[in-house]
């Protein structure tokens, strides 16, 4: 297994097994909204903000290519990509999912690695039992089961969450786990323990709090977040920043909520536990929460894979307000649609289902307003219109912000909403407005032009972009060399053929060369495409050793969308022929340049040489590559 660090850990055998129970399509649609496209599915990418989906998943080939961000390979490298792995976990994982059984073969330092990772979730595991257990059965415990009821929470829901109560002592949690075979070492790694001062001892973090299990996207606990009961600060704590939880990029509750979310293409996110929690027990299945109101692109991007649309539904407060706004900045950024459900002061999602009712929810996700429309809002309930200075400075701020809307149409329907709410003139509203967009649409084409400038200066190969960069020659034989790799991998008398004709060791370009000899090797074992449940693909794939031509071969294998020509062979020809011109009229330019260099020296021997090897070339071209009315 190659690529990104693919080191080979697992047998070939147990791997092929998993590639075979595998496919593709569900693992990537558990994470994207595929939509069929002929013979592929495609969808947002993942891996970076788009609004035309431009991300490939081919169940045929068992791969998937981004065409905008150059993103590409099989099962494994996708894992690998999206949950931030390696790919030892990443076939675990796999693994997992197939019912395949693995066995280790990996360095002892590795191993270390892999058992201290799965002994903190052991240790996480085995904690939230223990919290559970007390809550459940702990006469200290009667205080947070009181709680518990009297928020409302069902005893349904306090399992489905797996709420928990850390006892009010020191060390109870310690000792628990302790006797469970738990080091120090390993408690304090956790974030259930703390080392003391003095250095002399150890500690409880949580004391005396109703515990909320955070857990990952599959539902392992990575850490905790606690609540008081006596009123003392800090109300909530949470777990620290351990090798397994990291707060930024965890969202509560997606674990549960990542189906409805998926299939309602929907998500709301909320500010706290107990809100998110109340949501579901309502039936609001696609609510997850944040650890705190600050929204991360990190968590921005981790929900958006797997909605296209998100409703914020943040306290009515000013800290409430402020981080909506963050939010909806951070989210629109990620390139998701956004809304923002506006909550009655003083109340919260929780608050409002166990007062109101369901109804009432649904109706304020219902009424969940725009961007524009939200921002409008704001401004216009923080102006007393009745005075002339607040007006002319409300204008001015809406004018600013309706001067980022890019249809001429919205900007006039903006236009007059906003001169209506604020009760100012419609022409002079419209006049500010887009005297801004000129100035915003002359700033944002100079940054765009800096933009297409930086693109040639990185290496992304994403469509294909490295042709815009080269001559009309070059860019040709590039199309012609990976027509010909794909036709190469779909055909082996189109391969023999092919290393019959050309040198596949001098193609233009290095990714191609890495592809052509991954085919070879392919084609070296595998009879006639016979194989163990694999397809043609994934087994090149797997010869691949470089990270960037294993994605960039992933693009040529999956094919652009581009149809296969009828008559295979003789597409495979033309190529071939465009390549070997470009070869040759290459060496035709450099004998060119020798004799001109040769003229002053009088060495005429050379210069007879090199005439003679002139003249065939051209023959050459002219008899076997001309007239060409080929494919390419």
């Not at 070492?185 to 703390?194: F, K, N, P, R, Y």
Request: glycine share 6%; charged share 30%; net charge positive.
């Amino acid at each position: 297994m190659r690529g990104e660090g693919r080191t080979r850990a697992y047998s070939e055998e147990a791997l092929s097994e998993i590639r075979a129970r595998t496919d593709i399509v569900e693992v990537v649609s558990g994470y994207v909204q595929l939509k069929q496209s002929g013979n592929t599915y495609k969808g947002l990418c993942p891996f970076h903000t788009e609004k035309t989906p431009s991300f490939t998943v081919s169940r045929e080939k068992q791969l998937f290519y981004c065409f905008g961000c150059g993103a590409g390979g099989d099962v494994f490298s996708f894992v690998m990509k999206i949950e931030n792995m390696g790919f030892r976990d990443a076939a675990r994982m796999l693994a997992e999912r197939a019912g395949v059984a693995l066995v280790e073969d990996e360095s002892p330092q590795a191993k270390a690695v892999r058992e201290k990772r799965r002994r903190l979730y052991d240790c996480m595991e085995t904690a939230c039992r223990y919290y559970q257990s007390v809550f459940a059965n702990s006469k200290e415990a009667q205080r947070a089961r009181s709680y518990v009821k009297q928020r409302g929470l069902s005893e349904d829901t306090v399992k489905r969450f797996r709420l928990g109560y850390a006892p009010n002592a020191w060390d109870s949690t310690l000792l628990a786990l302790q006797s469970k075979g738990f080091s120090h070492e390993e408690l304090v790694s956790a974030g259930l323990i703390i080392s003391s001062k003095s250095g002399k001892g150890y500690y409880d973090r949580f004391r005396g709090r109703v515990m909320f299990p955070i857990t990952d996207v599959s539902g392992k606990v990575i850490g905790f977040g606690g609540r008081v009961l006596d009123g003392s600060e800090p109300k909530y704590l949470n777990s620290p920043e351990t090798q397994l939880f990291l707060k930024g990029r965890t969202v509560y509750g997606l674990a549960v909520a990542k189906d409805s979310i998926r299939r309602k293409s929907k998500a709301v996110i909320v500010e706290g536990y107990t809100d998110a929690i109340m949501c579901h027990q309502f039936g609001f299945t696609n609510v997850v929460a944040t650890l705190g109101t600050a929204l991360t692109k990190e968590q921005a991007e981790t929900v958006s894979r797997y909605a296209s649309e998100v409703i914020i539904a943040y306290d009515a407060d000013s800290a409430g307000e402020a981080a909506t706004l963050r939010g909806m900045d951070i989210l629109q950024q990620v390139g998701a649609s956004v809304k923002v459900a506006v909550l009655p002061v003083g109340e919260d999602p929780d608050s409002i289902l166990r007062k109101h009712g369901r109804e009432a929810w649904a109706k304020v996700l219902e009424d969940a307003k725009p961007l524009i429309d939200y921002k409008l809002y704001l401004i216009v309930s923080r102006t007393d219109i009745f005075k002339l200075d607040e007006r002319v400075r409300a204008a001015k701020e809406a004018a600013r912000v309706l001067a980022g809307v890019e249809s001429d149409i919205e900007r006039m329907e903006y236009a007059e909403k906003a001169a209506r709410m604020l009760n100012v003139s419609y022409d002079a509203m419209l006049g500010d407005i887009n005297r801004l967009a000129k100035r915003s649409t002359s700033r944002r084409a100079r940054s765009q032009g800096r933009e297409a400038q930086d693109r040639f200066e990185v290496r992304r190969y994403t469509s294909f972009k490295d042709d815009i960069a080269k001559s009309n020659e070059v860019s040709r034989v590039l199309k012609a060399e990976r027509l010909l790799l794909r036709l190469m991998a779909e055909n082996k008398r189109v391969f023999e053929m092919a290393r019959e004709k050309l040198n596949l060791d001098e193609l233009s370009d290095e990714r191609h060369i890495a592809l052509a000899r991954a085919i070879q090797a392919s084609q070296d074992v595998h009879n006639e495409s016979a194989g163990s449940g694999s397809s043609a693909s994934e087994r090149i794939m797997e010869l691949i050793d470089d990270r960037e031509a294993l994605e960039y071969a992933a693009g040529i294998l999956i094919g652009e969308e581009q149809k296969l020509p009828d008559d295979l062979t003789k597409a495979a020809d033309d190529c071939i022929k465009v390549i070997l011109k470009y070869k040759l009229a290459v060496r035709i330019r450099q004998i060119e340049k020798e004799l001109a260099s040769l003229s002053d020296t009088g060495e005429m021997q050379k210069s007879r040489e090199l005439l003679q090897e002139l003249g065939y070339l051209k023959k050459r071209i002219s008899e076997e590559l001309e007239p060409f009315r080929g494919t390419i």
